[in-house]
């Protein structure tokens, strides 16, 4: 009678409260992720990358789509509170507003790292880290190259702007950057400057306005984004002129469609902005919660590629 009883007591025990766990049974980190969105083939590059890095890392990956939307986002960060997961990551898709979902995550002692885009908040403390490209160098590098470009030409070289996202880190700090260079001479003029949203079909849209308002005008078109670049090139050859040729294009991240189009020669440069900060985010994250210190910015080192090396760099490119 007393044998059985052992037994039948062994048999409803879990298997942890008999056995010592061994190391490689740990529960794994849980990262939950909010992200921007599909907006274009620089962010699905980008969830690609975040998605295959957690599962190499053996990270259980909670992820979420925004759509762009600020409030959803918000939505997803409060839901990874409620199931208490180890980390939060997100790339907010603007820089104000995250404030008062940052406390609440603070308050329940859950760490939030920031990767691609910054916020803007007086308290940093909000936030362990910040990994991602330096945005305002990205337009600085655009600038330089059109003033290189246009060296010796006496002007004027009227340029129209294709923005980011209202009120993003990108679209903010772009545009600062290109400017910043482009001001040390008169000669360069903004002459329309409006957002296409980080999208091929705003690009498009946006392109087709600008060249019904300001035609043969146009000398220069500088996109926030190879996206909006690509839909503003079927606009250009749709009113009839030879983009990269009559009009000088120059876009930012470096994606494979960029590559084509320069290789086509409709599109004259292209400044990188790289999307795969999967691996140092599920490395950032494995630190964090081996208690260890991890650097407040990570930036990401990048080039720039004019049409002349597209051919190139095509093969090497990995987005
Ligand atoms: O935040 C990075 C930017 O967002 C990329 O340049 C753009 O393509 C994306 O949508």
Request: glycine residues 8%; positive net charge.
């Amino acid at each position: 009678m007393k044998r059985r009883t052992v037994l039948v007591a062994m048999a409803a025990a879990p298997l942890g409260a008999m056995l010592p766990l061994p190391a490689f049974a740990q529960k794994p980190i849980v990262l939950g992720f909010a992200q921007v969105g599909a907006e274009s083939e620089w962010r699905t590059a980008n969830t690609q990358s975040i998605k295959s890095s957690a599962q190499e890392a053996g990270i259980d990956l909670k992820f979420s789509d925004a759509q762009q939307k600020q409030e959803n986002q918000i939505k997803a960060i409060r839901s990874y509170i409620a199931q208490k997961v180890d980390v939060i990551a997100f790339s907010p898709v603007v820089e104000t507003g995250w404030d008062t979902v940052l406390v609440e995550a603070k308050n329940a002692k859950i760490p939030v790292v920031l990767t691609d885009r910054a916020i803007s908040s007086k308290d940093d403390t909000l936030y362990v880290t910040f990994i991602g490209s330096d945005f305002t160098e990205e337009g600085r590098k655009a600038g330089r190259w059109l003033v290189e470009k246009e060296k010796g030409n006496a002007g004027p070289i009227n340029i129209v702007e294709l923005q980011g996202t209202v009120g993003s880190a990108p679209a903010i700090d772009r545009k600062k950057g290109f400017e910043e260079i482009i001001k040390s001479d008169p000669k360069f003029k903004i002459i329309r400057s409006q957002t296409g949203d980080f999208t091929r079909a705003k690009g498009k849209e946006v392109m087709e306005a600008f060249l019904k308002a300001e035609g043969k005008k146009i000398n220069v078109l500088y996109a926030h984004n190879d996206d909006m670049a690509i839909g503003a090139i079927q606009a250009i050859e749709e009113a009839g002129m030879k983009p990269g040729k009559d009009i000088i294009i120059i876009s930012v991240d470096g994606v494979k469609g960029a590559f084509e189009a320069m290789m086509a020669g409709k599109l004259n440069v292209s400044v990188e902005c790289s999307p795969l900060l999967g691996p140092q985010l599920m490395s950032v994250v494995k630190d964090i919660k081996a208690g260890k210190s991890v650097p407040k910015r990570i930036v990401t080192q990048e080039g720039i590629f004019p049409m002349e090396v597209a051919a190139k760099e095509f093969p090497n490119r990995k987005y």
